[in-house]
């Protein structure tokens, strides 16, 4: 998953500036080392989903079970 954010800022930086196969890269003159950092940022804010089970009406619906 690419949040919560599960890598450091340079393992980060390689999956966006070289990914292999799984994206396009994104080169310097696309996406700014400040962009990238930013972005970095704001992904590693976003809180992980909460479980189904937790979730009051999937709950009362028996999602999760």
Request: aromatic share 6%.
């Amino acid at each position: 998953p690419i949040a919560p954010m599960q890598h450091s800022l340079d393992a980060f930086r390689v999956l966006v500036r070289s990914p292999g196969n799984a994206m396009p890269a994104f080169a310097p003159q696309v996406l700014s080392e400040d962009q990238l950092k930013k972005l970095y940022q704001f992904l590693s804010s976003v809180r992980p989903s909460p479980e189904v089970s937790d979730l009051p009406l999937l709950k009362s619906l028996g999602a999760g079970q």
